[in-house]
């Protein structure tokens, strides 16, 4: 049998913008891998900590911007197909809806569920308990870390709609207005004093991103706009981060007043542009590299299961410490000689531990097909409030972890959250998207408008 996506004889893909997400997520995992510093015994450190010397790196690493545009290129796709199949009326956000928050949600329960199941499991075999317990629960509360990305993912995903309308009106103004909005966020809070509002930068900086994925659909990205976003980009976040409050590295480190991951900054807002401005003038040859049937291949191999990569790629980095802990083996201090030298196959471990977690878990990406949407309002409602309390439920998880039992409550934007608390919300969530993707008992269903009688 073929191991190869049945997506690969479609003509109408975009190899160029799947290659992109492919390429982020593999980044993004490594990234992980490398900067994370777990001792046997549990304690978490960055390994940028010891090799300040390696923040400038982060510019070209943290590649989360380039996630959302291929994200807005993808969702411009299917809402399209949407309106050329679902006529305009009630029902039709639903339908979108329901069904991205469904790809999402799915990997996302597995990880979710079964970590929770490990909790208890772990906790009545004493293992979370006293000082060599310290592993186990630092992995209960970090290795759930990544849905930070799903929670935003999935507010985005419901804003999709309205904001490609705007983006029909308004084309790239959209844009400025997201980008400017985001300045106004960051000069309230460093220059006002205005913390509170610092949490807006989620949605304005990741939505600039995603209506960037707009303008590159549209073909409003050419070569010469591309070469000013890498220009403008380089030198803002050059100035930002040479006279502003913000440090160099583009991923939070421990002991840092300010990140700017979270929430995001203008900094980081500023690198980003930069980054998908390098993707649109690399987009003519990596777009022929592609049209080769080994390259494509991989890449389809690769996508097809990437996003249980990134889900999982935590715990295999835990699993691998925990075994070098029975082993006896003691890394090497980070950033040390020995630590570079350790560094291959340390990769390699993780990669290995990764596939199999990969192999038996990426049948959860393929979503069962569903009954149509009913075309009420009830339903767009249902679908609205369901992916908001899931985007945050998501959130809450990836702050608190998943350890119901004795997990400590952890302050998510102005409340104190626990375990039990955000897994509440999350549940919550699902079960209003699952009631507004749920088929249409016959004669309840609204009929599509019939176009008016001819004279």
């Known amino acids: 049998m073929s191991t190869v996506p049945q997506q690969a004889g479609r003509a109408d893909r975009d190899r160029f913008v ?40 982060t510019w070209l690493l943290q590649v989360m911007p380039l996630f959302f545009l291929v994200g807005g290129v993808a969702h411009a796709y299917a809402l399209e197909s ?7 009326g009630p029902g039709r956000y639903a339908t979108f809806a329901v069904s991205r928050a469904r790809r999402l949600l799915r990997p ?15 906790h009545a075999a004493g293992a979370a308990d006293g000082a060599d317990g310290e592993l186990v629960r630092t992995a209960l509360r970090l290795v759930t870390q990544p849905l930070w990305f799903v929670g935003i993912y999935l507010g985005v995903a419901a804003l999709a709609p309205p904001m490609l309308a705007a983006h029909r009106r308004a084309g790239a103004w959209v844009v400025l207005a997201l980008a400017t909005g985001a300045c106004a966020v960051d000069l309230l809070r460093f220059g006002g004093g205005v913390a509170a509002v610092a949490t807006l930068n989620y949605a304005l900086v990741w939505l ?28 803002a976040a050059v100035l930002l981060v040479a006279l502003g409050p913000y440090p160099v590295s583009m991923v ?47 890449v389809l191999v690769v996508g097809s299961a ?23 083996i003691t890394p090497p201090p980070a950033a040390s000689p020995a630590w570079w030298a350790t560094r291959p196959p340390w990769l390699l471990l993780l990669t290995a531990l ?31 409030s369901g992916a908001a309390l899931c985007s945050v ?6 702050v608190t972890g998943v350890d119901v039992l004795a997990g400590a409550a952890v302050r998510f934007v102005v409340l104190d959250v626990a375990p039990r608390g955000a897994l509440g919300v999350l549940l919550l969530g699902a079960g209003l998207v699952a009631l507004a993707g749920m088929p249409a008992r016959p004669g309840r269903a609204v009929s599509p408008p019939r176009p008016a009688a001819r004279r």
């Open 82 to 88: 949407l309106h050329r199949r679902v006529p305009p």
């Open 393 to 398: 439920g998501v959130l809450m998880v990836s």
């Open 208 to 235: 600039t991103f995603h209506q960037l994925g707009f303008c590159l659909r549209d073909g409003l990205l050419t070569r010469a706009r591309a070469a000013a976003l890498v220009a403008g980009g380089t030198l």
């Open 252 to 298: 939070g480190l421990p002991g840092q007043t300010v990140s700017n991951m979270s929430p995001p900054t203008v900094a980081l807002l500023a690198q980003g542009t930069a980054l998908v401005g390098v993707a649109v003038l690399l987009r003519g040859p990596v777009t022929r590299a592609l049209a080769r049937p080994r390259v494509w291949t991989a």
């Open 354 to 384: 990764t596939l199999v977690l990969v192999l038996a878990l990426r049948r959860f990406e393929r979503v069962p097909g569903r009954g149509p949407v009913p075309r009420t309002r009830g339903a767009d409602v249902l679908a609205a």
């Open 108 to 122: 996302t329960a597995v990880l979710v569920g079964l970590w929770v199941l490990a909790s208890l499991a772990l």
């Open 18 to 57: 799947d290659a992109l997400r492919v390429l982020s997520l593999v980044v993004v995992i490594v990234g992980h891998w490398l900067m994370a510093d777990v001792s046997p015994d549990g304690e978490v450190d960055n390994a940028l900590a010891s090799a300040s010397w390696l923040e400038p790196a």
């Open 306 to 328: 990437a996003m249980t990569a990134f889900l999982w790629h935590l715990t295999a980095l835990f699993l691998a410490v925990q075994g070098l802990r029975w082993a006896g």
